[in-house]
Each structure stands twice: as structure tokens, then as C-alpha cells.
């Protein structure tokens, strides 16, 4: 009989991984009411007004791009985003408040209305901020959508605002809700000759105040 326990020890252990692989193998279940869903899901999102994300980021313009990491702390009537290169390298730090936008890089401290406008003009890096700071919580922005679909769960999966394309590849759970683990944003080049820009974003940790 003593002879018997570890075989039913690994028996014990094989059933269990088994069930873990199957578990993690089973794809996200279908919603009965996928709209339902959405709109409390929206009103979750809308609620919170402090969030700090950290993520791995990559921009392409055509034949040019690059990676960094991305660190954003967002607020109520503010955010700071910041971005760094390799070995730790500060790309741009940017704080965006009600006075307007201030930039600091390499080549020095600026200042401007428009987030988006500076941090392009200054670093290339062609981010939709304003637009972003909704979109990373898997909601639209304020202001008219162009089109949008969800997933089997409820979730946005497809969202066009802005000129931009975004895409939801992944959700990770939270105590206030699914949030995007991965989404990809693009932006059609209109003028001739003028490259799609697409961004990647991986977001690797999640704080909520």
C-alpha cells in the first residue's frame, strides 16, 4: 500500500496541471447581453479619475520608429507621462494641466497649448494624448465616434475616433473592472507619400487611487 503513494502523488499532480492547461486554454464565454455590459462597464470607467499605468510602447512611421517605456500618472485636471529609452534613458517627461502642456527632453524645457502638437514637433513621437487618456481604459473619448465594435464579453474591441484605429488585443482583470493589457492605435497617412503611424502599447502594471 506504501508503495502505491507516489504513484498517486503523480496522478494527482499530472490531473492537476492537465486541468490548469485546459482552464487556461478555454477562450473568453460569450455574454447574454454584450450592450448591457458595455454601457456599466463604460460607467465604471468614466468613474475613475486617478490611474497610474506602466508599459512598454512602440511607434512606426514607415521605414522609422523606436520603443520606450512608458510611465503615466493621470489626474483629474492633470497627467504626467513619461518615456524612456534604453539603459534607462529619458526620452521626454510631459505634464499637461489646465495652463497648458510642458515638455522637457534632451534638448530642453518647452512649453505649449497643445500636448500633442509639442510633444511631436519636439521628440516625433506622434502620440494621441487627449484621445489616449480615455482610450487606454477601453472607453471612447469625449466627442463624436466614428465607429465601434465589441467583443464576445462586452468590451470594446474596435474603436475608430479621431482619425485614429484602435484595436484591442488583450484585458486583464481588475477589482474595478477588465482593463487593456494590449491595444494597437493607427493612423492613416491621408497626404500622398505621408506613412500610417501605428503605436503599440503593452501595459504591464495597473495602480488606481
Do not use: K
Given at each position: 500500500?506504501?508503495?502505491?503513494?507516489?504513484?498517486?502523488?503523480?496522478?494527482?499532480?499530472?490531473?492537476?496541471?492537465?486541468?490548469?492547461?485546459?482552464?487556461?486554454?478555454?477562450?473568453?464565454?460569450?455574454?447574454?447581453?454584450?450592450?448591457?455590459?458595455?454601457?456599466?462597464?463604460?460607467?465604471?470607467?468614466?468613474?475613475?479619475?486617478?490611474?497610474?499605468?506602466?508599459?512598454?510602447?512602440?511607434?512606426?512611421?514607415?521605414?522609422?520608429?523606436?520603443?520606450?517605456?512608458?510611465?503615466?500618472?493621470?489626474?483629474?485636471?492633470?497627467?504626467?507621462?513619461?518615456?524612456?529609452?534604453?539603459?534607462?534613458?529619458?526620452?521626454?517627461?510631459?505634464?499637461?494641466?489646465?495652463?497648458?502642456?510642458?515638455?522637457?527632453?534632451a534638448r530642453g524645457r518647452f512649453r505649449g497649448r497643445d500636448a500633442a502638437v509639442l510633444l511631436r514637433r519636439l521628440t516625433g513621437w506622434?502620440?494621441?494624448?487627449?484621445?489616449l487618456r480615455y482610450w487606454i481604459l477601453g472607453i471612447p473619448a469625449p466627442g463624436p465616434v466614428t465607429a465601434q465594435g465589441l467583443d464576445?464579453?462586452?468590451?470594446?474591441?474596435?474603436?475608430?475616433?479621431?482619425?485614429?484605429?484602435?484595436?484591442?488585443?488583450?484585458?486583464?482583470?481588475?477589482?474595478?473592472?477588465?482593463?487593456?493589457?494590449?491595444?494597437?492605435?493607427?493612423?492613416?497617412?491621408?497626404?500622398?507619400?505621408?506613412?500610417?503611424?501605428?503605436?503599440?502599447?503593452?501595459?504591464?502594471?495597473?495602480?488606481?487611487?
Amino acid at each position: 500500500m506504501m508503495r502505491a503513494l507516489p504513484a498517486l502523488r503523480l496522478f494527482a499532480v499530472v490531473l492537476f496541471t492537465a486541468l490548469l492547461s485546459a482552464c487556461a486554454g478555454i477562450p473568453p464565454q460569450p455574454v447574454s447581453h454584450p450592450q448591457q455590459v458595455w454601457r456599466a462597464h463604460v460607467v465604471r470607467m468614466q468613474a475613475i479619475t486617478r490611474f497610474m499605468v506602466s508599459a512598454e510602447g512602440g511607434v512606426r512611421a514607415g521605414t522609422h520608429g523606436g520603443t520606450l517605456l512608458l510611465h503615466w500618472r493621470v489626474h483629474p485636471h492633470a497627467y504626467q507621462m513619461t518615456g524612456y529609452g534604453p539603459f534607462g534613458r529619458l526620452i521626454f517627461r510631459l505634464r499637461v494641466n489646465a495652463t497648458g502642456a510642458r515638455l522637457r527632453t534632451a534638448r530642453g524645457r518647452f512649453r505649449g497649448r497643445d500636448a500633442a502638437v509639442l510633444l511631436r514637433r519636439l521628440t516625433g513621437w506622434h502620440l494621441p494624448v487627449a484621445g489616449l487618456r480615455y482610450w487606454i481604459l477601453g472607453i471612447p473619448a469625449p466627442g463624436p465616434v466614428t465607429a465601434q465594435g465589441l467583443d464576445r464579453r462586452g468590451l470594446l474591441a474596435r474603436l475608430r475616433q479621431e482619425g485614429w484605429v484602435v484595436r484591442y488585443r488583450r484585458y486583464r482583470a481588475t477589482h474595478l473592472g477588465r482593463v487593456p493589457r494590449l491595444l494597437t492605435l493607427t493612423y492613416p497617412g491621408h497626404a500622398p507619400g505621408a506613412p500610417s503611424v501605428i503605436v503599440t502599447i503593452r501595459i504591464d502594471r495597473w495602480g488606481f487611487a
